[in-house]
């Protein structure tokens, strides 16, 4: 019979109370070179239920002998150690969110083997009390994605972040101009070193950092195109650094795309870059371009503060007694104008940069309405009855008819008659219209009223 081994294997464990009779129960698991982990709880249950979580630890290679770090302590090991394929704008905004809602708050001294999705859920409420509940997804966004990262990390068992309940949502509103607002607008910017910036947020639709970002490589003139891939932000590039420019891709990779201009925007953005060369010249090495060839930049080259356009752009709208409206609302200018003049979803999505149509429908559904409204009246007054149209009266017998004689006896071969679907090509695919982006992203000249 086999010599039976004193003790117990590491990752066993035990429950006891101590003393006998108090009420105090632990749970108690084996470690490596004869340690021990030891948690104090108040009932036999609770002690049974902590022996098996220090256990489904242990087995999935948890450092139990280490004390894990707090929340926040945690939060700046992964934003120094873990997050560094973040783009340094997000990394920044990260940074910000931790320190202004998770630093402050009690969660932030919790260990994360005991912090409990309760305890996050009560964050999330008492976030919920104070600010927008848009604000209130974001901090906990970041929250759950950095205790993500330490849950694969093997510093906690699971994400006690997930589940949780969180503020609804109102439904965002836009706020974009009509044509005859568009068309006041752009008088009101024309010969503004910016007016050409202007025309291609409401004509393409562009975000704003694509806009900033836009350099000449870009442009093909010759092909009459313009190709959108990259973005302005500034960030700080290093910890202790300064905030700084710098280029990176698009949002997403759907939103990398190539547009089709016409002949009325290639002649503006050629003008516009005609007199960023004169400027040029004037300040010879005084030029503040870093990259030496960005598109829209301020007087003396240099890439173009954020807030500086939305300065301008806010005055223009009340010099021009327009809504206060937000910068983006041009972008939402865009696609609404687009989608009245019967574009297709599908083609107004690839000129936004959108991951999908779906995305699309839901963002514009109101202006999805309006032309369900509009082609339903339109289609009603092509149908109106006149008095000089006479009707069949219902009294009456239809007419006789023959039925038409079958394909063969026309002369018609069967395989040219049609599809096997119903549908009335030779070759048995559905009839489809492609309206190009070109045509779809109609010109706005002033006094020229929209198709």
Not at 84 to 106: G, H, M
Not at 352 to 363: K, N
Request: net charge positive; charged share 25%.
């Amino acid at each position: 019979m086999p010599k039976r081994t004193k003790g117990r294997a590491n990752g066993e464990g035990s429950i006891y109370e101590y003393p006998k009779g108090s009420g105090i129960w632990f749970a108690q698991i084996m470690l490596e070179n004869g340690r021990s982990k030891r948690r104090q709880v108040s009932s036999q249950r609770e002690a049974r239920e902590k022996l098996r979580q220090l256990q489904a630890e242990y087995a999935q290679g948890i450092n139990l002998a280490v004390q894990q770090p707090t929340l926040i302590e945690w939060c700046a090991i992964w934003l120094e150690t873990f997050a560094t394929n973040l783009k340094p704008n997000i990394k920044e905004d990260y940074a910000f969110v931790i320190k202004r809602y998770v630093e402050p708050a009690s969660i932030a001294k919790r260990r994360l083997d005991k912090l409990t999705p309760a305890e996050v859920q009560a964050w999330v409420n008492d976030l919920a009390k104070k600010i927008a509940p848009q604000t209130v997804r974001n901090a906990h966004a970041r929250l759950h994605k950095a205790l993500e990262v330490a849950v694969h990390n093997n510093y906690m068992q699971r994400n006690v972040a997930s589940g949780i309940e969180l503020p609804p949502l109102a439904r965002a509103e836009i706020h974009p101009l009509n044509f005859q607002q568009v068309l006041l607008f752009l008088d009101a910017v024309e010969g503004h070193r910016w007016a050409a910036l202007y025309r291609l947020a409401i004509n393409l639709g562009m975000r704003e950092g694509e806009l900033l970002g836009l350099v000449r490589p870009a442009l093909d003139f010759e092909a009459g195109t313009i190709r959108i891939f990259q973005q302005l932000r500034r960030a700080k590039l290093q910890p202790d650094g300064e905030r700084e420019f710098f280029l990176q891709v698009t949002k997403t990779k759907a939103g990398e795309r190539t547009l089709q201009l016409d002949d009325d925007l290639l002649d503006i953005l050629q003008a516009h870059l005609a007199h960023q060369d004169e400027e040029r010249a004037l300040l010879g090495d005084r030029w503040r371009d870093p990259w030496g060839n960005l598109v829209f930049t301020s007087e003396t080259g240099a890439p173009i503060h954020v807030s500086c356009l939305l300065d301008h752009f806010k005055s223009v709208l009340k010099r021009s007694g327009l809504p206060a409206i937000r910068f983006h609302d041009l972008r939402h200018t865009a696609a609404t104008l687009i989608l009245a003049d019967g574009v297709p979803l599908v083609t107004v999505s690839k000129i936004l940069g959108h991951s999908s149509p779906a995305v699309t429908a839901q963002i514009y559904a109101h202006a999805l309405d309006e032309s369900k409204s509009s082609a339903i009246a339109g289609l009603s007054r092509r149908l109106r009855r006149t008095p000089d149209r006479t009707t069949q009266s219902t009294t009456q017998s239809p007419p006789k008819t023959h039925p038409a004689p079958h394909d063969r006896k026309r002369g018609i071969p069967h395989s040219e008659a049609g599809a096997g679907d119903g549908t009335r090509t030779r070759t048995g695919l559905l009839p489809t219209v492609f309206k190009t982006v070109a045509s779809a992203i109609s010109p706005l000249r002033p006094g020229v009223a929209p198709q």
